[in-house]
């Protein structure tokens, strides 16, 4: 071809690929993959379509074993010898030459390039747009699979292949660069936490690689295993998948879960803190701490400290599991660390802050038991962070009604099962609270009136 021709051809095409660009949701609808096939492949080697991004104005990438000796056909409805066929690069289809072609019938032709390209082919107002690899230029080859060793990165570990599993790449109409994923399957073992059970269990971990350039980097396992590479997707659809297997690793990376979890009280009488940390509030607070760890965990303690830097520990427990009262006013902050047995991995949990609020005490002069059933008809104290408690109550004549040590609890104006009469009888209380402080009160309960008097006792 002449460069008077060659400027003429890429005149037409640069019009042609214009009207691409303006129709392409049409062109590529138009150019269905079933009017598209290949000819002279390998028996059991036959090409593999795969549809890439609606974006690239392709309708399919197909993928041949080898391009020697095949040929790209195209059914037309119409006559074949009106069909123009167009051949592009990673220019795009803006560069695109016309290449001549062999008709017969309905059927339309070319013997495909042994690289990698691009075809545009042109049925009057339909057009089909689709990309060919050459699979032969890009072969899997999957060797030995090792572990890299002496790596400084705990979450991460490397491995090396030996092989060959590069990346394929081919280009829109625009010219635009896409990769066409191998799907590498890199499996292994590690360890997956389960929140219904608080524990890590586990878990086979699959990743799908594009590519591999002699260098896998993945999350690291948390328990012993090994780590197997298979593929290409091609030669998996082929029935020629190849595999690789590292030798066996034992963990080095760890992985823990915390949880804190306060005991609740539901006592009517007792003061709530107002604060803004989850944890604590009326003292005595029990909290269940909780600390569950991967296998490479050697090392672990929960620390406790006033000052939230924990420039000093005041207590260490070392227990993933265990049960703690904080009984003094003021805020504690706790948090768990664990490292493996070289040091080389270290973790530390959130830091959970708990506060105990300062302690109150006041007692109610009057009630009125056996009048109205759940209104006034006991007599409690109004209490909180009280961590120890003592209270007497007595009638006139110094006789003991009632003896008890939870604050929580109160009386009913009963004596040995019967209501006491009205009156005037007395408490006396010693109590301490959280903050140190300590309660020495006493004074009168005014018992005012009984809804059935008969059965009152006498004095």
Not at 107 to 113: F, P
Not at 363 to 379: Q, R, V
């Amino acid at each position: 071809m002449n460069n008077h021709s060659r400027l003429t051809s890429y005149r037409r095409l640069r019009k042609a690929f214009t009207t691409i660009a303006i129709f392409l949701t049409a062109a590529v609808t138009a150019g269905a993959a079933s009017t598209v096939s290949v000819t002279g492949t390998h028996p059991s080697r036959g090409p593999i379509s795969v549809t890439p991004p609606a974006s690239t104005g392709l309708s399919e990438v197909i993928v041949v074993w080898n391009t020697a000796g095949t040929e790209l056909h195209y059914e037309t409805s119409g006559n074949a010898s009106a069909i123009q066929w167009y051949r592009f690069s990673n220019l795009g289809g803006g560069f695109a030459e016309e290449i001549p072609s062999v008709n017969n019938g309905s059927d339309s032709y070319i013997r495909l390039d042994e690289s990698d390209m691009g075809y545009i082919i042109d049925d009057n107002s339909r057009r089909t747009c689709l990309w060919v690899v050459n699979y032969a230029n890009h072969q899997c080859t999957l060797g030995s699979l090792d572990i890299v060793p002496d790596q400084t990165e705990c979450d991460r570990t490397a491995l090396s292949l030996t092989g060959s599993a590069d990346k394929i790449t081919y280009y829109s109409v625009n010219g635009a660069q896409q990769t066409l994923s191998r799907d590498l399957q890199l499996e292994y073992h590690t360890l997956v936490y389960n929140a219904d059970s608080h524990v890590y269990e586990q878990q086979m971990a699959e990743h799908t690689l594009e590519s591999v350039d002699g260098l896998i980097r993945t999350d690291s396992p948390l328990c012993s295993t090994y780590f197997s590479l298979s593929g290409d997707r091609f030669l998996h659809q082929w029935g020629m998948e190849q595999h690789a297997v590292s030798p066996s690793i034992d963990p080095t990376a760890i992985a823990v879960t915390t949880s804190a979890q306060q005991a609740e009280r539901s006592n009517d009488n007792e003061q709530r803190e107002d604060k803004t940390e989850s944890l604590g509030g009326s003292g005595p607070v029990v909290i269940l701490f909780s600390a569950a760890t991967t296998d490479a965990v050697v090392y672990r303690e929960w620390q406790f400290a006033r000052d939230p830097e924990f420039d000093i520990i005041d207590m260490r427990v070392q227990q993933d599991d265990f049960e703690q009262q904080f009984s003094d006013f003021g805020t504690t902050y706790v948090r768990f660390v664990a490292g493996n047995d070289s040091g080389s991995c270290d973790f530390t949990s959130e830091t959970y802050t708990v506060y105990v609020g300062e302690s109150k005490l006041d007692c109610p002069n009057a009630f009125s038991p056996g009048a109205t059933e759940g209104t006034n008809d006991e007599w409690k104290v109004s209490y909180k962070s009280i961590v120890s408690f003592d209270c007497s109550i007595f009638n006139r004549w110094g006789q003991l009604m009632i003896h008890f040590t939870d604050p929580s609890k109160g009386w009913d104006g009963r004596y040995n099962g019967k209501l006491v009469p009205t009156g005037v009888y007395y408490y006396v209380i010693s109590a301490k609270g959280t903050d140190g402080r300590n309660y020495k009160l006493s004074g009168d309960i005014n018992i005012l009136r009984y809804e059935d008097r008969r059965t009152s006792v006498s004095q």
